[in-house]
């Protein structure tokens, strides 16, 4: 991320539009994941496919959020192909 995690910052992530490398719609932001022993937000949760019924999770630490939404550095593609959470 542009500046230093921290848990205020990603309170309000919940329904934000989510864009791939491609400045494409991925999906929205579903959860925010922390490392249990920092409490430091480390993955993205994402609501992908019809109606945002499958989950994939992306690594925030590469992510940027935007005033549209959050950018994360990987194509629609990767996150469509991704494991589902």
Same mark, same amino acid.
């Given at each position: 991320m542009d500046t230093v995690n921290t848990l205020d910052r990603y309170r309000d992530l919940h329904g934000? $539009?989510?864009?791939? %490398? +491609?400045?494409? !719609?991925?999906? %929205?932001? +579903?959860?925010?994941y922390y490392d249990s022993e920092t409490g430091e937000p480390k993955w993205l949760g994402i609501g992908t496919g019809f109606l945002r019924t499958k989950r994939v999770v992306v690594p925030l630490g590469s992510a940027r959020l935007t005033p549209e939404g959050?950018?994360? $550095?990987?194509? !629609?593609?990767?996150v469509k192909d991704s494991p589902e959470l």
């Open positions: 934000q $539009p989510v864009f791939g %490398a +491609e400045s494409e !719609k991925i999906g %929205a932001a +579903e959860e925010v959050i950018t994360v $550095p990987f194509t !629609k593609d990767q």
